[in-house]
Structures are given as structure tokens and as C-alpha cells.
């Protein structure tokens, strides 16, 4: 249940705030409630990914894109994720998720996730991340175009590019 209210709650306060480019970081802040924990009285590691699709809810919705996917019947798929974890999350930490978008190719989108605790990133993850309409790929060009976004990508780090050439020797 927590869940559903965060994620209202979330699109309730991500309609109020700035918006953002799709390169601009988006920054939301929490704190790990009971049911997020597993038994060893840390954040459990599959709820990791449903934080991060918090994140990357704010910056969809505000980029604009939550609009534009809902009037062209669009969504997204995440096709990989890479977690490093450096430190737990406990009960009741404040923290907060960092979500960048880091470049894209013409199929997929990059992205980025940071968990901060006070000064300390306690976790990152790296996504890949599709949209789709229907069983059809919406290209990254087309997204970026009808968003008024006419940018190149941004160089995509080194040890990211390194992630990506690995899933896609693995294929």
C-alpha cells in the first residue's frame, strides 16, 4: 500500500515543481519505511528498482514525457539494470535518489541512479531503458524531437560505455 501512496504522491508533487530538460537532474527525497526492509533489517534489494522507478517517474513527468506517452499510447521498458551497493539503507534513513538521464543511442536511453545518505552514496544503478508502443520501438530521435528536445547525446562515460559494449557482447 505504502507503495501506491508513494508513487501518487510522488506524481502529485512532481506536477508542482520545476520542470526540468531531459539531461537535468532529478532529485526526490525519502525515508526507508518498515515494509522496505528484508530480514536483515536493511532495504531489501528488489526494492531498490521499485525506488528507482520513482526517480525516473519525476523526471518523466517532469520532462513532459508522462504527457506525450499518455497521447501516444507510448511506455517504458527497462531492459537492464546494474546495481552496486556501498553501504545499507536502514530503518527510517533519510535519503535521497538521484536520477539523470546520461545519453542515449538511437534505441535506448542511459540512465543513472544515485542513493544519498547525508554526504555517502549508499548505491547506484545503471539503466537501460526502452519505449515502446505497442511490440514497436519508439526511436530515441522521435521521444527527444516531440519533446522540443533537439540536443546531441551527451558523452556517455567511459565505465557506462563499458557497461553497454558488456550486455551487448552477452547478446
Known sequence: MSLYFRFFWLIFLAKRRTSLSPT??????????????????HVNNGRYGTFMDLGRMDLIVRTGLLKLMRERSWFPVV???????????TLWQNFQLETQLLGWDERWFYFQQRFISGEKVCTVGLIKVQ???GRKRVDTEKVLEELDY??????????????INAI???L
Open 168 to 170: 551487448d557482447n552477452h
Open 79 to 89: 531492459a537492464d539494470l546494474h546495481l552496486r551497493f556501498l553501504r545499507p539503507l
Open 24 to 41: 537535468d537532474t532529478s532529485l526526490i527525497k525519502m525515508r526507508v519505511l518498515p515494509n522496505d526492509l528484508d530480514l536483515n533489517m
Open 131 to 133: 519505449i515502446r508502443h
Open 150 to 163: 533537439e540536443m546531441s547525446s551527451p558523452e556517455i562515460p567511459k565505465s557506462v560505455q563499458q557497461w
